[in-house]
């Protein structure tokens, strides 16, 4: 079974949208939040038919253990890595 690790930020999750979509399981949104960037993100998420979730601050806090998630955390399926050259190429696409 793959592993799933939690990112988060706007910036990481478009990447990741970008790059490889597949690997996004499901995405937290803080609740509450409704500015332009959330709206763009939101409708990213709908138009690539991936699951998202409103909850509410204290629980994002908890997924990413304090760090700065700027309302916004995924999770995603690890791919396997080959060796060196795997984990460079799938820290690359980052």
């Known amino acids: 079974m ?3 690790i939690h990112i ?3 910036h ?5 949208l970008n790059s490889s979509p597949e690997s996004i399981i499901k995405v937290f949104i803080q609740s509450g939040r409704s500015d332009s960037r959330m709206a763009k993100m939101n409708s990213l998420l709908s ?10 601050k204290n629980k994002l806090d908890r997924l990413v253990k304090g760090e ?3 309302g916004i955390v995924a ?3 690890l791919p396997p ?5 795997g ?3 799938f820290v690359t696409k980052l």
């Open 81 to 85: 890595l080959s060796g060196h050259k």
């Open 87 to 89: 984990l460079i190429d």
């Open 8 to 10: 988060y930020g706007f």
């Open 12 to 16: 990481s999750i478009e990447a990741q």
């Open 47 to 56: 138009n690539q038919k991936i699951n998202f979730s409103k909850i509410d």
């Open 75 to 77: 999770e995603v399926i």
């Open 68 to 70: 700065l998630h700027q």
């Open 2 to 4: 793959s592993k799933s």
